[in-house]
């Protein structure tokens, strides 16, 4: 082991002196718990279903007449499970999906609605019984705030202002009286509006100058038809694309509430040919999705940079709306499916995620993970009328505390985790001041054959006891199957202890542990 100092957003601690790390898998951290950074925004742990694979029908809908357990179509097993994870907001109906996707398809009687033929996933026919009535509908049952794509690629200007009408109108006009003729009265509520999507690839090839001027346009007929501002998404980069997000803030950083961000952590950190394997992968694939996770860190940072010379006042927040591991398809499933498995290594990857978010949360205000059943980093998967939650799944569950929490910057020297002749963290760290009042750590230790003790000194608090959960795993590729749902899955956290005034946490390898400390 190397050591390694990380220091995450500190003003007085910075300078406080840390003690050495050993060579053993020791981290030190420090904290004041009087000192408060950003609000961490609820949204940040948003979610994505996309019409692709069994996202959505198998996955949220199976429909009315269905002999799977069901209200009113929507799987019960799987509203339940989405109810328990609390998700505020919910991406839909795309995704590469969304520029080829005509709202009216997907409304009126559902014998009645056309079919469609989806180019993008998998080449199969979708008979459009989920649409825009069922989607509001399940985000109302389940309390998630909508976020809908419009179709900027495929689809014209007059047909996302109606869109925006027929969902968000209470007036006495066309589309919100074809509303009413289709069953629903009152207008939805629909805080988000992302306007197209990569638009630098399958949302129309374009060049950032003309995507640009694109958003121009169509944002001038985004109307608010309500008595609240609906929140206008543009089309962002991907990964290292500094150019796209300069264009974009220079020709309509001031049209714009939010600036989109896509970044998939591949293993092989490679488009062509195997992205890696979900499941029975060696050290060399973990350690490599780990650091290639982590790039994500030096997205942001330059991303925002950017931002910040055209928006000194933040008033443009960062959504990174798709993120996530992308795998090679499950064995046997259609590739365009884009089905995998999910493991503890993915848990991991989503909470060192959640603490680049945390850090960066006054600008980063809302993400969403790719994608919510069946489909890449799922939180669920099912088969027929077996479903299980993922490691990903428990991962958000955790974290739940952590939505509305007010940050703790933090000083964290940890050791590193080497592989061959590369090095990364070892250990993570975040910490906040929940809604609630209650003080909370998350650690993760990523050492997959090691266990990790940190050294927590804590300012500002005097602790008397802890209590907390902890996702862990003795495999790197450990996962839930329909046999055996509850492999990886959390428990109880007992080895925290308080000694002198700190507290003294031994994590063991492959672990998430989140601490309530009083």
Request: contains cysteine; proline residues 6%; charged residues 20%.
């Amino acid at each position: 082991m190397i050591k390694r100092l990380v220091l995450l957003p500190l003003t007085a601690l910075a300078a406080i002196i840390l003690s050495p790390v050993s060579e053993s898998a020791e981290a030190q951290l420090m904290l004041d718990a009087t000192r408060s950074g950003p609000v961490i925004n609820k949204n940040i742990y948003g979610q994505f279903s996309e019409h692709l694979g069994h996202c959505i029908y198998e996955g949220i809908w199976v429909g009315p007449d269905s002999p799977i357990p069901n209200t009113n179509g929507y799987r019960n097993d799987v509203l339940a499970a989405l109810k328990e994870l609390k998700v505020p907001q919910l991406r839909w109906p795309g995704g590469c999906f969304a520029d080829e996707y005509h709202w009216r398809d997907g409304i009126g009687p559902r014998e009645k609605r056309p079919s469609m033929f989806n180019s993008h996933w998998g080449g199969v026919v979708e008979n459009n019984h989920f649409g825009t009535h069922e989607f509001l509908d399940l985000c109302e049952m389940l309390g998630i705030e909508p976020y809908i794509c419009l179709n900027l690629g495929s689809g014209t200007v007059q047909e996302a202002m109606e869109w925006v009408e027929y969902m968000t109108s209470p007036a006495d006009s066309p589309m919100a009286n074809l509303r009413r003729q289709n069953g629903r009265d009152k207008p939805w509520t629909v805080p988000f509006v992302a306007i197209g999507n990569e638009s630098w690839g399958c949302g129309g090839n374009m060049r950032p100058e003309f995507a640009a001027d694109n958003f121009r346009r169509y944002n001038t007929f985004v109307k608010n038809y309500s008595d609240y501002q609906i929140q206008r998404i543009a089309c962002g980069a991907s990964g290292s694309d500094y150019k796209w997000t300069e264009t974009m803030m220079a020709i309509a950083g001031d049209k714009m509430d939010g600036l989109a961000l896509h970044y998939y952590t591949l293993p092989t950190d490679s488009w062509t040919g195997s992205k890696g394997a979900a499941t029975g992968f060696g050290e060399d694939h973990y350690f490599s999705t780990l650091r290639n996770t982590l790039k994500m860190k030096t997205f942001l940072d330059r991303h925002i940079a950017i931002m910040d010379e055209y928006d000194p006042d933040r008033k443009v927040d960062m959504v990174v709306d798709e993120w996530g591991i992308w795998t090679d398809s499950e064995p046997g499933t259609n590739p365009g499916f884009l089905r995998q498995q999910n493991t503890i290594r993915d848990a991991i990857l989503a909470a060192l995620n959640f603490h680049l978010f945390h850090e960066r949360a006054d600008r980063v205000s809302m993400t969403n993970i790719a994608q919510i059943i069946n489909v890449l980093q799922a939180m669920i998967l099912t088969d027929k009328e077996k479903m299980l939650l993922t490691p990903t799944y428990h991962a958000f569950a955790m974290y739940k505390p952590f939505q509305g929490a007010t940050a703790i910057p933090l000083s964290l020297a940890s050791p590193d985790y080497s592989f061959e002749g590369e090095s990364i963290p070892a250990v993570s760290a975040t910490a906040a001041r929940g809604t609630d009042g209650k003080l909370r750590i998350a650690l993760v230790n990523v050492l997959p054959n090691e266990s990790a003790t940190i050294q927590c000194a804590i300012e500002g608090i005097t602790l008397t006891s802890t209590s907390g959960q902890i996702l862990t795993a003795s495999a790197m590729d450990a996962h839930n199957t329909f046999e055996a749902p509850d492999n990886v899955k959390p428990a109880s956290f007992t080895d925290a202890s308080i000694q002198d005034g700190k507290l003294i946490v031994k994590l063991p390898p492959l672990s998430i542990v989140v601490l309530e400390l009083n």
